[in-house]
């Protein structure tokens, strides 16, 4: 099984917004951390924001930041957003026509490993992920000067 680029960089956009809290991330800084394009990054920030994953604040010195504690947004709750099936064998979808379904303990072993998987999932959040914090910034160029202040209301 492979996580499609969807999963993998709304992951690493969560981590980022994690270790620059208590300020605010913008897309262009993420997107040019993580070398992809600012246009991909969009369109997979939007189930994230639409979810509460994220949160955006706008205006002049906007950005996004997470939509709840890290401690509270599992890697489950991220891939479950951008992964579009789980299908691990085509006895997993509507309609297959393979003759052993029903009788093939093939989709059972298949289902059992799915569920170890999400149960691993479901056991890391992205606090867990962007626990060294210090390290990622440095990593991801983030310094404390660069940080975008939220705006006080």
Request: with cysteine; glycine share 8%; proline share 3%.
């Amino acid at each position: 099984m492979r996580l499609t680029r969807q999963s993998n960089y709304a992951i690493r956009t969560l981590v980022y917004c994690a270790v620059n809290e208590p300020g605010l991330s913008r897309v262009a800084d993420i997107a040019r951390a993580y070398n992809i394009s600012e246009l991909f990054l969009f369109k997979l920030i939007k189930p994230l924001v639409e979810n509460g994953l994220l949160a955006t604040v706008r205006g002049r010195h906007g950005g996004i930041k997470l939509g709840k504690k890290a401690e509270d947004i599992t890697l489950l709750d991220t891939i479950r957003l951008t992964e579009e099936n789980f299908a691990l064998a085509e006895c997993f979808e509507d309609g297959a026509d393979c003759p052993l379904i029903g009788e093939c303990d093939l989709n059972g072993a298949l289902r059992e490993a799915l569920g170890a998987f999400f149960e691993v999932l479901a056991g890391y959040t992205i606090a867990d992920l962007a626990s060294k914090k210090r390290s990622i910034r440095d990593r991801l160029g983030l310094s404390a000067a660069e940080a975008v202040a939220e705006p006080l209301h």
